[in-house]
Every structure is written in C-alpha cells, then in structure tokens.
C-alpha cells in the first residue's frame, strides 16, 4: 500500500506540475531584468511590473473591463434574481422555454453573440460599442446568476415567506425582508462568479471594438501580437492575483463552493 | 409551488424579454444570413462552404483537436481523479483547489505562458539543444501540438472535478473485493469504475468537448494562421474579407454542436435524477 501512496503522490504532482507550472514560469518571467520574454529570467527586477501601469491603453481598457465585470453584473443580477425568485417558487407558463432562453448565453459561443450584435445593433443602429459591449456581457453573466441564486433559494424553506405573509406582509415585503436577507451569500457568491467570468471574457468582446474602446484581455491580445517583451507576463501575473484573492475571500467568508 | 400567473410573468419577463431582445434575434438573424441568397432560401452557402479545402481542413482538425483533448484530458483524469480520492479528506481539499485554481485564472494569461515554453527560444527548445537532442530549435509554436497541448491545459481541470465529484460516490470496498477476487486492473475499471462514473465522465467530457470546440484564445495565440480553428476561421473571414456568409455558417456549426453536446449532457443528467429513488 506504501508504494501505492507514492505511485498517487507523483501522479498528482505531475498533474499539477502541468496545470500551474507553466503560470509560475510566467511569474518567473515577468520578474525578470532583460527586456524580452525569457526563462530562466535574465536577472531580477520589477521594472515591467512597474511597466505595466505606465502603458496607457492597458490602464483605459482595465478600466473598461472593470465596468463591465462590475455593472454587467449588477444588471444581471437586477433581471435574474426575480427570475430565479419565479423559477424556484412559481409555476410558470412556458417555464421550460423561459428556462432555455436565460441560460442560451451559455451554449452559444460568445463569438457569435458579438458578432451578431455588432452587425444588427451596432452598425445599423448606431449603438455605441460602450453600450453592445454592456449588454453582451450582461446577456453572459445572466445563466450564472439565475443559477446560483436559485440553488440558493431552493435551499431556503418556502415557510419563511409564508409565515411572513401570514403575520401581514405584502408579497414584496415577505421577499425583501423574510428571502433576501437569506440568500445574501448566493447573490455574492453570483456577483463574484459574474465578475471573474466577464472580467477574463474574450470572444463576446472580439468583435466589440472601437476606437480607444477595448476589454483588458482584447487588448492584452493586441499587444501579444506587436510585441515580445515581459510586460503582458507581468500583467497576467497581477490579474491572477487578482482574481485569486477575490475567490478566496470569497470562499473564506462566504463558503463560495456551496454555490456553484 | 404559488400559481398566480401574472406575478410569475412579472417576475420572469424582464429577464426573458432582454436575452430575447439582445441575444436570440440577432443570433437566430445572423444564422438565417446564410440561407438568404438572392431573396429565395438556398444552401448554396453551405455547400460553397464546404467545397473550399481550407475550410474542409479548418472543419476536421476542429474535431480532432476537440476529440483528443477530450480522449486525453479522460485518460489522464481518471488517473489523477484516482489518486485525489484516495488521499485523506484535508489534503484531497487542498489538491481539489489547486485543480480549480487556473479556472480562475484569465485564459490569455495562462495561454500566453506557453509561447515562454514551447517558442524558438523557449525552455523546451534550450533542453533539447542543451542535451545535444537537436541541432537547430525545433518548430513546436503555431502547430497543432501547441494547439493541443493549450487546449488540454486549459480544459483539463474541468474533466478532474467532475470525475473526482463522481467518483467520491464510488465504494471503494468494491473495488478491493473485486481485486480479492482476482480481477485485474484493466477488468477493474472497466467493469466497476467506468460504469459507475459514467455521468462524471460524460459531465466532464461535454465541458471540455464543447469548450474545445469553440476555443478562440488557444488557437489565436498558440496557432496564428497557420492552425486555424473554427473561431478563428470566423474571425479572419469576417475582418479580412467581410465574409458574413461563411461566418453565418460557422456560427450555425459551432452552435449545432455545442447544442447537441448540451442536449446530451441534459438527458444523462435526467436519467440520473430517475435513477435515484
């Protein structure tokens, strides 16, 4: 049985050898002195950690990116929690089809949706990217918010509600004061899933360009193509941090995995 | 379950009305684009589609590719889902986590640390000089290997979860009976195993099946033109030459299987459900 330990440990340590290794060597890279994307680094230094907050579009398109990740969320949060409400508590006309046409964003390719909105909303319309990009988003984060505040609805007991109604609550008192205070953790638990997915998003956002109007990761990839030095290392290393702390925080005070 | 019709619809239309409005009808638009030809409905663009050789080659190495990874990221999962439920329960969680942790991670961030291994100078290429392997770097950037290789790190970790959420289910006294009993490894799996954890390796192989199929990033970065994908076939067709017809019938390709791998996966999902008393 010993040996079979031993067989387990070396399988899993190759297996994530495979699946984070090539991250740290990219850390690695990014912490290097010499000015083109190398390993092992050319001596130690920050200077394209420095570097990265000194390139001007990376600064306008993290911030694009930030209103994204967080208002999309926030408006898809606003659509999908009532619908999650109705869906876990209501019998519903057509409730199959309501079901399918929320979670469509996640099985047709986001490349599709962007190019779709680019050619009937934007070009005809004359809908701002700003605005395209805003609603593509939104549209995407929208099945994950419906799913993880309805599972954790149906872990609230209906009779909380209903005894709230019976002590003279309206409808919408019950659900603001007796559900939502309940369901707290999953609404966050939905924000935090929302911001990480719209945040590393790529192919709804392809499409979605303009002028000075550029995601983090389309911009990241613009620069990959022009240019062969440390700074997009850098970059990536800062945002995995990033997104790591966030989950963890979340998972550390929220318990994030009961959710999804 | 409350049966007030018009509360419900309130509730729910709001959500329905904006995927509808800014999702399904420019899409389902987009996908008409193709049958629409001189005013009459045709297939002309599909048949003229697949008449062009690099599109019949972009077509099936998007399958192989989506195949493989699936094929491999099963094999090496199955064994490495293994080894995680044997551990004890602290340290399995802490191995689970380092599993999920890349999801987290941006997929340009994680892609792009392939071009410092796999390119002209990169760590692979410095081994295989420095050990007298080769003369000259060898090609491996903007292959199919790369490709392959992005892809599999990238959707690997999805495979390992649901195989380790399946088999935590898995009794492991069966399979020390079977082994008492005489049957060997191979009979093991096949006949305990597999069977018991099939719904996590069909969960686990739609994700990773699916997600190949209609990555961008991996072979943007790791293919450039030489290895293009669907999407990225997609994307040249539209920004080099306007071609809205060709990307019409992409979209309707990547949409037809990833929705027919989605329908799979909801009624393996179902017949699990009925299965449970």
Redesign the interface.
């Known amino acids: 049985m010993k040996r079979?330990l031993w067989?387990?440990?070396i399988?899993?340590f190759l297996?994530?050898a495979?699946?984070?290794g090539?991250?740290l060597?990219?850390i690695a890279?990014a912490l290097s002195a010499g000015s083109s994307?190398?390993?092992p680094p050319q001596g130690f230094s920050l200077r394209w950690v420095i570097a990265v907050f000194e390139v001007k579009s990376f600064r306008a398109s993290f911030g694009l990116s930030m209103f994204l990740a967080v208002f999309g969320t926030v408006a898809s949060l606003i659509?999908?929690v009532?619908?999650a409400?109705?869906?876990t508590?209501?019998?519903?006309?057509f409730g199959e089809a309501?079901r399918m046409?929320?979670a469509?964003?996640i099985?047709?390719?986001g490349?599709?949706?962007g190019?779709?909105?680019l050619?009937?909303?934007v070009i005809p319309v004359g809908m701002t990217v700003t605005l395209a990009l805003f609603?593509?988003h939104?549209?995407l984060v929208?099945p994950y918010s419906?799913r993880v505040v309805s599972a954790s609805l149906e872990n609230l007991r209906p009779d909380i509600e209903e005894a709230a109604v019976l002590l003279g609550c309206s409808?919408f008192g019950a659900f603001a004061r007796a559900v939502l205070p309940n369901i707290r953790g999953g609404i966050l638990a939905a924000f935090i899933l929302g911001f990480?997915t719209s945040?590393?998003q790529?192919?709804v956002s392809?499409?979605l360009s303009g002028p000075g109007v550029r995601t983090l990761?389309i911009d990241?990839?613009a620069y990959?193509e022009m240019t062969y030095d440390p700074s997009?290392?850098a970059?990536?290393?800062l945002?995995?941090f990033l997104?790591?702390a966030i989950?963890f925080a979340a998972e550390r005070f929220l318990g994030l995995s009961r959710y999804v | 379950m409350l049966t007030n019709k018009t509360e419900a619809l309130a509730l729910v239309l709001p959500a329905a009305v904006f995927a509808v409005a800014v999702f399904l009808i420019p899409v389902c638009i987009l996908l008409s684009e193709a049958f629409r030809s001189d005013g009459s409905w045709s297939i002309a663009a599909y048949v003229e589609f697949f008449s062009k050789p690099l599109n019949q080659t972009v077509f099936f190495r998007t399958l192989k590719l989506g195949f493989l990874v699936t094929a491999v990221s099963a094999i090496v999962g199955y064994v490495a889902a293994f080894c995680i439920v044997g551990l004890d329960p602290t340290s399995r969680g802490r191995i689970f986590g380092l599993v999920v942790l890349p999801l987290m991670i941006s997929p340009v961030a994680r892609t792009y640390a392939w071009i410092v291994i796999l390119g002209r100078t990169g760590i692979v290429n410095k081994a295989l000089t420095g050990l007298g392997l080769t003369d000259a770097p060898v090609r491996i950037l903007f292959t199919e290997t790369a490709v392959f290789i992005g892809l599999l790190q990238l959707f690997m970790p999805l495979m390992i979860i649901s195989l380790v959420s399946a088999m935590e289910n898995l009794p492991r006294d069966a399979i020390s009976a079977a082994r008492v009993l005489g049957a060997s490894w191979p009979q093991v799996f096949i006949r305990i195993i597999l069977p018991l954890t099939r719904e996590g390796l069909v969960i686990g192989g739609t994700l990773v099946f699916t997600g190949s199929l209609t990555a961008y990033i991996t072979p943007a970065i790791l293919g450039g033109a030489k290895v293009l994908m669907l999407e990225t076939l997609l994307y040249q067709r539209v920004t080099v030459a306007n071609d809205f017809l060709s990307a019409s019938v992409i979209a309707m390709i990547l949409i037809v299987m990833s929705f027919s791998t989605y329908m799979l996966l909801k009624r393996v999902a179902a017949s699990k459900r009925g299965a449970q008393p």
């Not at chain 1, 508590?89 to 006309?93: E, L, N, S, T």
């Open positions: 079979n067989v387990a440990r399988v899993i297996t994530l495979f699946l984070i090539p991250f060597i990219i890279a994307l190398a390993f659509l999908g009532p619908a409400y109705a869906v508590r209501y019998r519903i006309p309501v046409a929320v469509a964003p099985i047709v390719p490349i599709i949706v190019l779709a909105l050619r009937y909303l609603l593509a939104t549209a929208l419906v409808r990480v945040f590393n790529v192919p392809l499409f990761p990241m990839l990959i997009v290392a970059l990536s290393a945002l995995a997104s790591i989950v």
